[in-house]
Nanobody, 116 residues
Framework: QVQLVESGGGLVQAGGSLRLSCAASGRISSTYSMRWYRQRPGKQRELVAG???????NYADSVKGRFTISRDNAKNTVYLQMNSLKPEDTAVYYC??????????WGQGTQVTVFR
């Protein structure tokens, strides 16, 4: 049974930084891509950043240059470094393991609140 556990969320002032972590446990194929999504209040869940098994990254336009996704395959962990945070980054952040042919997995989410 694969489980994803996010951590690192919290309350931060605008302009500050947070680092989210997502640790995966269980039997995990290294071919999974990892993604961070967020759901802002009253909005649909949106893709924030992704990283393939080969290390290729992609970002939503709204976070480019501020957020960095990385992964440590030895630790089965993906990170999201968030800098220059804005109030509009306030959301519940979810990590996900995605694959074209295998089952996808989701974490339970971690709250990030950015205040002025």
């Amino acid at each position: 049974q694969v489980q994803l556990v996010e951590s690192g969320g919290g309350l931060v002032q605008a302009g500050g930084s947070l680092r989210l972590s997502c640790a995966a446990s269980g039997r995990i194929s290294s071919t999974y891509s990892m993604r961070w999504y967020r759901q802002r209040p009253g909005k649909q869940r949106e893709l924030v950043a992704g990283i393939t098994s080969g290390g290729t990254t992609n970002y939503a336009d709204s976070v480019k240059g501020r957020f960095t996704i990385s992964r440590d395959n030895a630790k089965n962990t993906v990170y999201l470094q968030m800098n220059s945070l804005k109030p509009e980054d306030t959301a519940v952040y979810y990590c996900a393991m995605v694959h074209t042919t295998l089952r996808n997995y989701w974490g339970q989410g971690t709250q990030v609140t950015v205040f002025r």
